[in-house]
């Protein structure tokens, strides 16, 4: 990729962008209407063309309802595609729409409904259009927030969501490129005046920047940061496989999974915390645990193992994300937690 942050996307530059995907039997290209997702749109589409042979693709607009002018730019999105060759689907999100945490319910929803459009259109990928900015502006949201180490990683390139994979070749390019590589071609593309809203927490941090930027915190330097926390998880991930096979986790044998705690406790904390996470988001039945709670959680099982119970009494037994924890004869147990008791009216 040119090292320019303004110069337009070549044909041979979005060749290497979408080679990883070029063997994939149908995409779906999320578009919203802005000006990433439309240039991901024009630019996957001319990608498509010069193949001798190619995944199908189709785009997908998501209305959330929150805006008028969603419809409308839902439509423009769907006369460029026709322009492009491309089928197009608007999707839209029905029903209340939640009074705090919209954004995060928006994006949930988006998700899903791209997924559904993948099944349906036989698509294995969901392609989009983040950049090399939304990198950035999402590892400060997680550093504020304290995030681990995973969650510092940012957005991967590629991950599963949802029974498909969601992919984002722009991560390594910036914003400006994408606008300068429509205005080139003459592609017009709408203004969501959300992205400025700072009533939400992206926006605000996205004015910030230039002064984040003027420290030496640019962009460039964030998303590279963001790349080397990711290469630093996936190693703690290899650690973590064979610790995994050491202890002999087995989620098949008749009774109730775990460790034996004296193991367990010699090894590293983060080690040792990533392992239980695996293993409560694998017998729990309440989604993800919560890096915070697993922190607790791992804290009081550091004291029960130091200071063991008599007999065979538990000495820890926990709830957490749906998974009972408990210690108990030297062994630490993870396994499904009963229902929660309905209570009375």
């Known amino acids: 990729m040119p090292d320019d942050d303004k110069s337009p996307i070549s044909a041979r530059d979005a060749k290497m962008l979408f080679a990883d995907w070029k063997s994939a039997p149908a995409i779906v290209l999320a578009v919203s209407g802005g000006p990433d997702s439309i240039a991901l749109m024009w630019l996957a589409a001319r990608w498509r063309r010069a193949l001798a042979r190619g995944p199908r693709l189709v785009a997908v607009t998501v209305d959330h309802g929150l805006r008028a002018e969603a419809a409308r730019e839902a439509l423009q999105v769907k006369r ?6 491309l089928p197009h ?7 209340a729409k939640p009074k705090t945490g919209l954004p995060a319910a928006a994006r949930s929803v988006r998700y899903r409904l791209l ?9 294995t990928h969901i392609l989009t259009a983040h950049t090399r900015d939304d990198q ?3 590892l400060l949201m997680r550093m504020l927030r304290g995030s681990g180490i995973a969650g510092l990683a940012a957005m991967a390139r590629q ?3 949802d029974g498909v994979l969601l992919a984002r070749p722009f991560l390594q390019v910036s914003k400006a490129q994408l606008v300068a590589t429509l205005k080139k071609a003459k592609v017009s593309f709408a203004d969501d005046p959300t992205n400025r809203d700072t009533n939400f927490t992206r926006p605000r941090i996205r004015s910030i920047m230039p002064v984040l930027a003027a420290e030496g915190g640019d962009v460039r330097n964030l998303a590279r940061l963001a ?3 990711a290469r630093a998880n996936a190693a703690v ?9 050491y202890l002999a986790l087995k989620g098949s044998q008749p009774s109730p999974p775990g460790f034996d705690a004296n193991a367990f406790a010699a090894m590293p904390e983060e080690i040792r915390l990533r392992l239980l996470k695996r293993a409560i988001d694998r017998f729990g039945h309440e989604g993800p645990a919560e890096l915070g709670k697993i922190e607790t959680l791992l804290a009081a099982l ?3 193992v130091a200071e063991p119970a008599a007999g065979r009494r538990p000495a820890l037994k926990q709830t957490l994300a749906g998974a009972l924890v408990s210690l108990i004869d030297g062994r630490i147990r993870i396994e499904p937690a009963p229902p929660r008791r309905r209570r009375a009216d």
């Open 237 to 245: 991930e290899v650690l973590v496989d064979g610790a995994e096979r």
């Open 159 to 161: 991950s599963e969501r």
């Open 115 to 123: 997924a559904q459009a993948a099944q349906a259109s036989g698509a």
């Open 89 to 95: 689907r608007t999707l839209r999100w029905t029903g």
């Open 80 to 85: 460029l595609a026709r322009t492009l060759d």
């Open 302 to 304: 550091d004291g029960a």
């Open 227 to 229: 790349s080397r926390l």
């Open 136 to 138: 950035a502006e999402t």
